[in-house]
C-alpha cells in the first residue's frame, strides 16, 4: 500500500469514528449525565422543574403532566394537583402543584428510594444540577437552597434529603414564589 491510501484510509477511518461518535450523543438528553432516576424525575431541563416554571396554569401543568394524576382538588381559589409516578419498582415519587387564581407558585415533590445510599447519591445529582444552573447553595436547617431567576420574578428551591428521619431512602424538593 502506498502512503497515500494509508493516509486516506486513515482518514476515512477517523471520519467514520466521528460520524459514529456524533451519533450515539446526539438523541443523549442533557440530564442523563446525573444518572437514569434524576432523568426520569427532572424530565426536562428547562424551565424550574419537569420543564415547568412558576405562573403556569393548571391546564398547561395538566398537558405537561398526563399520567399520575391521583387528586385534584379546588379550595378557596387554590387549584391543586396531587401526582403518584414510578421510576421503577423500588423508586417512586409526589409531585404536588399549588395554583392560587390559576397560577402556579408553588412546587412540592417527595422522592421516596429504597435505601439511604440511593437516596444519597441522587441527592448529589440534585445538588449538582442546581449548583451548575444557580450557584452555590446555602444552608438552611436541613436544606439546601437557591434562588432562580424566572420570567416572572424569582424562585426559592429547597432540596433536603430526608432519609434519617424516614428511615428509608426520601428527597424532598420544594419551589416556590420567593415573594410568598
Not at 35 to 41: Q, R
Not at 149 to 158: L, N, P
Amino acid at each position: 500500500m502506498s502512503p497515500t491510501t494509508n493516509t486516506v484510509l486513515n482518514r476515512a477511518g477517523i471520519f467514520i469514528l466521528l460520524c459514529l461518535l456524533l451519533a450515539c450523543s446526539c438523541g443523549k438528553s442533557p440530564l442523563a449525565q446525573y444518572g437514569e432516576s434524576f432523568e426520569k424525575v427532572m424530565r426536562s431541563d428547562t424551565g424550574l422543574f419537569r420543564g415547568l416554571t412558576l405562573g403556569a396554569s393548571k391546564e398547561q401543568i395538566a398537558k405537561f403532566e398526563p399520567i399520575g394524576l391521583k387528586e385534584e382538588d379546588s379550595n378557596d381559589g387554590i387549584d391543586y394537583l396531587f401526582y403518584e409516578l414510578d421510576i421503577d419498582s423500588t423508586t417512586s415519587y409526589t409531585i404536588a402543584y399549588y395554583c392560587p387564581d390559576n397560577r402556579l407558585n408553588n412546587i412540592e415533590a417527595d422522592i421516596y428510594l429504597l435505601n439511604e445510599p440511593q437516596a444519597a447519591e441522587l441527592f448529589t445529582s440534585f445538588k449538582t444540577y442546581f449548583e451548575k444552573k444557580y450557584g452555590k447553595a446555602e444552608s438552611e436547617g436541613d436544606f439546601l437552597l437557591w434562588i432562580a431567576e424566572t420570567g416572572s420574578g424569582k424562585a426559592r428551591i429547597a432540596l433536603a434529603d430526608e432519609s434519617p428521619s424516614y428511615k428509608r431512602g426520601k428527597l424532598t424538593l420544594v419551589i416556590h414564589d420567593a415573594k410568598d
